[in-house]
C-alpha cells in the first residue's frame, strides 16, 4: 500500500513570493491533516478535512494561508505571501477517519529567504 | 493550552539496554495515545498506539498508560542504534488532532 505523497520536497522561495504544496493521501483515508513543524518541536495542526470539508481551520492563519480539497483525496496548501517565519517543514497526514491513526508523508521543506 | 509534556533529553542508553520515554499530559479528555519515532530530517512514523489503560506490547516495544496519573510511557527493549531518534508523544481528545510533545532524543550507544 503506497503512503502519503507530498511534493515538491524541498522549496525555497524569497519572502513575499507565493507557494504551494500538494499531497495525495494513503487510499480511502477520507481524513486529511496538514501540520507545520518548526526545528525541535513537535508537528502543529493547522487544518484538517473530512472528506472535503475542511472541520477544523482554527490554527490556520487564514490572511495568507489557503488550502483545499476539491474533490475528497488530494489537497493542496498555499501560502500568499510567503514570510521568513513560514521556513518550516510542512506535513501532510492521513486516517481513515477522524478517530484513527494518523500516518504522515514525507513533508515539505520550505525556505524562504 | 493542552500541554504534552517530555523530557528533551537527550536519553543516552547502552545497547541491549531498556529505553524508557515519558510524557504527561494535561487535558484529562483524552482518550487516544500515539508515540511516534522520528530521524532526522524525515517525518514522524507511528510505532505504537494506545487506547485503554494499562500496558500494549507489540516487539520490542511496550506502551504504558495511567489516564488517572495522566502519564503515558514507551519502553524499548533491548535498544539497537538504529533506535537512535526523536520520540514524539502524541495526545488527541475524541481522536481528532493530534497534539503533539517536543519529542524526547534517545541515542542508543554501541
Known amino acids: 500500500e503506497a503512503g502519503v505523497v507530498q511534493s515538491p520536497r524541498y522549496k525555497i522561495i524569497e519572502k513575499k513570493q507565493p507557494v504551494a504544496f500538494w499531497c495525495n493521501p494513503i487510499s480511502g483515508h477520507n481524513t486529511l491533516y496538514w501540520y507545520l513543524q518548526n526545528l525541535g518541536q513537535g508537528p502543529e495542526l493547522l487544518i484538517r478535512?473530512?472528506?472535503?470539508?475542511?472541520?477544523?481551520d482554527s490554527q490556520l492563519p487564514k490572511d495568507r494561508f489557503s488550502a483545499e480539497r476539491l474533490k475528497g483525496v488530494d489537497s493542496t496548501l498555499k501560502i500568499q505571501p510567503a514570510e521568513l517565519g513560514d521556513s518550516a517543514v510542512y506535513l501532510c497526514a492521513s486516517s481513515l477517519g477522524g478517530q484513527r491513526e494518523q500516518f504522515f508523508g514525507p513533508g515539505t521543506r520550505l525556505t524562504v529567504l | 493550552q493542552k500541554e504534552v509534556e517530555q523530557n528533551s533529553g537527550p536519553l543516552s542508553v547502552p545497547e541491549g539496554a531498556i529505553a524508557s520515554l515519558n510524557c504527561t499530559y494535561s487535558?484529562?479528555?483524552?482518550?487516544?495515545f500515539f508515540w511516534y519515532r522520528q530521524y532526522s530530517g524525515k517525518s514522524p512514523e507511528l510505532i505504537m498506539f494506545i487506547y485503554s489503560n494499562g500496558d500494549k506490547e507489540d516487539g520490542r516495544f511496550t506502551a504504558q498508560l495511567n489516564k488517572a496519573s495522566q502519564y503515558v510511557s514507551l519502553l524499548i527493549r533491548d535498544s539497537q542504534p538504529s533506535d537512535s531518534a526523536t520520540y514524539l508523544c502524541a495526545v488527541s481528545n475524541s481522536g481528532y488532532a493530534l497534539n503533539f510533545g517536543k519529542g524526547t532524543s534517545l541515542l542508543v550507544t554501541p
Open positions: 478535512y473530512e472528506n472535503e470539508e475542511a472541520v477544523d
Open positions: 487535558d484529562r479528555g483524552s482518550q487516544s
